[in-house]
């Protein structure tokens, strides 16, 4: 199996980034793309599929994965709503 970053090379940078955005948690990942003389090759996608299905299972359309290149960098987000989470009993 390859992954993204995997085809470089010269290797690279994969940058991870959390942040609260209201009522929503925004996890970013970040990774340089392969350059243009190495030979891409298309993924199953398994793993994105997996991870949408498992937010769209706890919290419905309330979450999303968004993927995406800008310029040479892929960027994949996770958006889910914050969830507080249960009192403990005293």
């Known amino acids: 199996m390859i992954h993204g970053i995997a085809r470089r090379r010269e290797g690279g940078t994969v940058r991870i980034s959390a942040r ?3 009522a929503a ?4 990942i970040q990774n340089p793309t392969a350059a243009n003389d190495e030979p891409a090759t298309p993924g199953s996608r398994t793993a994105v ?3 949408a299905q498992r937010l769209a299972l706890v919290y419905g359309e ?3 994965v968004e993927l995406g290149h800008a310029g040479e960098v892929f960027r994949a987000r996770l958006i889910f709503p914050v969830v507080a989470a ?4 005293v």
């Open 25 to 28: 948690i925004e996890i970013e």
């Open 62 to 64: 309330r979450a999303h």
């Open 49 to 51: 599929k997996n991870i």
């Open 86 to 89: 249960p009192a403990e009993d």
């Open 20 to 22: 609260r955005e209201g």
